[in-house]
């Protein structure tokens, strides 16, 4: 990401709602000393209304395990873009307000 | 033989191993462009963008969109809505199926040429076949979310495709504040093992979706399998993910 971090007005900007395709993201940057110094995400794609049905007795429990660092010699990395767009659509638009 | 370029607004690597396949990885990143230009809703000149305009009668879109819609649809009855193109405003945004969809159908172009050891990845969706240089199953690394840098498991697909949906990069000054104090329930990344990366991208949107359900969803599901990282940093494997991982 990249984003000019410095010259911001000191205070709390919220950016304005961005679709992540399964939902909506909104972000709030806080700029301290004319620096961006901490996000906030205000709206996060976890308040679906529908819901799906599991039947969980007929699934075994899962495990659950701490993650750990494995050797990197790998051929290919599988890891998250998904919402790149839309958390930098909604931050530039918190740093648009901060910066005019 | 290994390439690298950023096409539909994301790296796309293209490895067809010792092979020297000048021509033939052209054709693949020719076939990226043709999708982007038909499918991105960041182009005022694309199909999908006409549609959204009122610009184009249904029975007058290309053979692609109709396929693309018709998978689209699909997965959200498979999904009860969890997928779902059609965003709040009522336009049409298929760019979470046609990711897997132009993975799936560029890893054809390879194979029909003849191709039977190579991998196609698309920002962080894979598709891999046969071999890598050394003779080895092709291995994928899943990223820490929390750490960039980092690999936590290595999966090798062998011939099945792997997609990863999550939140956003940490490590850049970003952080989920999502009730500091309060049990944080969020899950960030969910990797999804498929019969081909159309099958792992697409469940692996969804899944996402569902939050902690999705994990079960995908465990439930005949075919899929799925490793989901919450944001203690724990993680959940279905029952059959270990048995695709290196030791």
Redesign the interface.
Known sequence: ?KLA?KGYADGVYTGPTA?A????IQIQALVQGGQ??????LK???D?R???????Q???M????????????????????????A?IQSLRGALKKASS | MRETRILMGMPITVDVGGAPMGELIEAVFGYFEDIDRRFSTYRADSEITAINRGDVAVVDRSGEMMEVMAIAEQTKIETAGYFDIRKPDGSLDPSGIVKGWAIRNAAGILQRAGVSDFFIEAGGDIQSCGKNASGLDWSVGIRNPFNADEIIKVVCPRGRGVATSGTYVRGQHIYNPHGIGSPIQDIVSLTVIGADVLEADRFATAAFAMGRDGIHFIEQTPRLEGYVVDANGRATPTTGFGALCLP
Do not use: C, H, W
């Open positions: 990401m971090a679709d395709y399964y939902g909506i961006l110094t901490a996000l906030k995400v996060y794609p976890s679906r529908t819901s799906i049905s599991i039947n969980r007929a699934l075994p899962l495990r659950d395990e701490a993650i750990s660092a494995q050797s990197a010699n790998v051929d290919i990395i599988s890891g998250a873009t998904l919402t790149s767009r958390f």
